[in-house]
């Protein structure tokens, strides 16, 4: 069986294409390396392409014969997104039906979609269960949510079957360290914070102090990359086995405040750097935590790494990435 993974060569997707072929399937990279980088590609072929070019879909899937597609090339920067909505709803909603369109076109009808915590906006309650209110409050959700729905419709139109994974916070990286999460620019904690503790920034900040938290800083559910990779292999499997339209909230049920992140992240680097606490970053909700029992009962998927496994293997691959440009 033949997977294309449109955005193959980012963070989450060279985890999954990595896992794909370990367990026997074809993999086809397709991606712009706008934010992805060629050497995050080493599983699979590779087509270099954009979502949004018709020609250039028709042409790969002319010339590989497709299972199942793939899709992890999005923009993802909230902050950004709300100051250039029109760039994320081309990208993330305009081009994400072009490749719809291709994959109709070439008879490909199973399709694997990277949403987002962020459709849910600021939730009603904790953990989060996938039918709660979906009312995203930045351009960035809504364009996820968007893609969401389009899917609905394809189902009930076309018959097309999708699976949608909304992730909680990805985090960190492959073990045997030949790949892991960089960003540019990189907003992120875990990284922020290993910057920090490797000397390459001064200090790392707080972003707000007075919310209704244990300890006043907001709440996260960090999910290690390779859990994420394990669900969409499983994925893929559940799509092939004639699994109907379904969608799942992927995270590891626990929380952890930004203050319980910087102390465990000194723990394990056993560095200690400057923390500089500062107001609220817009749009933060203060608790977002998955109640992923859905992907554990259909999926038949177990978590496998706890957040010191992702903060080690960060760390690890951090350390051996320090002062090499990824290209
Ligand atoms: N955060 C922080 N300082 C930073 C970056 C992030 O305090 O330099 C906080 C952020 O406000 C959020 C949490 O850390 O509560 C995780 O943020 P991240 O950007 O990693 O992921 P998000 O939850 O926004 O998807």
Not at 56 to 63: A, G, K, R, T
Not at 127 to 145: A, H, T
Not at 200 to 207: G, L, P, Q, S, T
Not at 271 to 282: C, G, H, I
Request: hydrophobic content about 40%.
């Amino acid at each position: 069986m033949a997977i294309l993974v449109a955005g193959g060569a980012g963070y989450i997707g060279s985890h999954v294409c990595k896992m794909l072929l370990q367990k026997g399937f074809d993999v086809v990279v397709y991606d712009n390396l706008v934010h992805g980088y060629r050497c995050f590609a080493q599983w699979g072929d590779f087509v270099q392409g954009d979502i949004g070019d018709q020609a250039q879909l028709d042409s790969v899937f002319s010339n590989f014969k497709i299972d199942v597609v793939m899709h992890f090339c999005a923009f993802i920067e909230v902050a950004e997104s709300v100051i250039e909505p029109e760039k994320y709803y081309k990208n993330n909603v305009q081009n994400t039906i072009t490749l719809l369109e291709a994959m109709r076109k070439h008879g490909i009808n199973k399709f694997i979609f990277s949403s987002t915590a962020a459709v849910y906006g600021m939730p009603e309650r904790t953990p989060i269960e996938e039918e709660d209110r979906k009312l995203p409050i930045n351009p960035y959700g809504k364009s996820k949510l968007m893609i969401e729905e389009i899917l609905d419709d394809y189902s009930s139109a076309y018959g097309f079957r999708s699976i949608r994974f909304r992730y909680f916070n990805a985090a960190g990286a492959d073990p045997e360290r030949e790949i892991g999460e960089a960003h540019v620019p990189e907003t992120h904690l875990i990284p922020l914070l290993l910057d920090a503790a490797i000397g390459r920034r001064k200090d790392i900040k707080v972003f707000g102090t007075d919310y209704e938290t244990q300890d006043g800083t907001c709440v996260r559910d960090y999910i290690h990359v390779n859990d994420l990779a394990d669900a969409h292999i499983r994925g893929v499997d559940y799509l092939l086995d004639g699994g109907n339209t379904n969608y799942f909230n992927l995270g590891s049920g626990s929380g952890f405040t930004v203050r319980e992140m910087i102390q465990t992240a000194k723990k394990i680097t056993t560095k200690d750097f400057a923390v500089v606490e500062t107001d609220r970053r817009p749009g933060d909700p203060p608790y977002l935590i998955a109640c992923s029992d859905k992907a554990q009962k259909k999926l038949d998927w177990k978590l496998q790494h706890s957040l010191e496994d992702i903060i080690i293997t960060a760390w690890n691959w951090h350390q051996t990435m320090a002062g090499r440009k990824l290209v």
